[in-house]
């Protein structure tokens, strides 16, 4: 080992450290072509359509989606999201809850979009409450009296940042360095 390269090391690990963010749900896409990690009464896995891959998962009224997961600091979420096709609608309705670990829930519903035949992206991330811990997702269908109400679901994502966090990275760049300065003397 010399300097150089261990400056090089260090460098390296912060940038992944930063780029790391994990999907932490099970199934996220459906292409195990089954509902496995997900609990719920209605939606099925479909190889129908997708957002990307052979699966995803369709309910035909007013049911949900969840899972759950263990607890992980609001403050550490990247990314909530889903891809959604509601093709009866003029106009998407369905709502998207936050399940926290003390039992609360966020998110909301009555999202905005008119392109309800074509998939689409809903980003829930700002609507996460930093100061709880996320537990789990739940994703509703809708009825409003129509032959139908279809709701498609694909990719759901919970990003999480993966540890080590760049901070706890560079105590490790600069613990390397300081056993170096160690072994030199
Ligand atoms: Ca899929």
């Known amino acids: 080992m010399n300097w150089k390269r261990t400056l090089t090391m260090v460098g390296t690990l912060g940038i992944v450290g930063q780029a790391l963010a994990v999907n932490i749900l099970t199934n996220p896409g459906f292409e195990t072509g089954d509902m496995t990690g997900w609990t719920t009464t209605m939606f099925t896995a479909t190889n129908n359509d997708a957002h990307t891959g052979s699966w995803s998962t369709?309910?035909?009224?007013?049911?949900?989606?969840?899972?759950?997961?263990?607890?992980?600091?609001?403050?550490?979420?990247?990314?909530?999201?889903?891809?959604?096709?509601?093709p009866d609608r003029s106009s998407?309705?369905?709502?998207?809850?936050?399940?926290?670990?003390?039992?609360?829930?966020?998110?909301?519903?009555?999202?905005?979009?008119?392109?309800?035949?074509?998939?689409?992206?809903?980003?829930?991330?700002s609507l996460v409450d930093t100061s709880k811990s996320l537990s789990g997702i739940r994703a509703w269908g809708y009825t409003?009296?129509?032959?139908?109400?279809?709701?498609?679901?694909?990719?759901?994502?919970?990003?999480?940042?993966?540890?080590?966090?760049?901070?706890?990275?560079?105590?490790?760049?600069?613990?390397?360095?300081?056993?170096?300065r160690r072994r030199k003397k």
């Open 58 to 86: 369709i309910d035909f009224g007013n049911f949900s989606v969840e899972q759950s997961f263990a607890p992980v600091s609001g403050a550490d979420v990247d990314e909530v999201s889903v891809w959604v096709k509601q």
């Open 92 to 125: 998407f309705f369905f709502a998207f809850e936050l399940l926290y670990s003390d039992s609360s829930v966020g998110g909301g519903g009555g999202f905005g979009g008119t392109t309800t035949t074509t998939w689409t992206k809903f980003d829930f991330t």
């Open 144 to 180: 409003s009296g129509g032959t139908n109400d279809v709701t498609w679901y694909d990719d759901f994502v919970v990003d999480v940042d993966a540890v080590p966090e760049p901070a706890s990275m560079a105590v490790l760049g600069f613990g390397a360095i300081a056993m170096l």
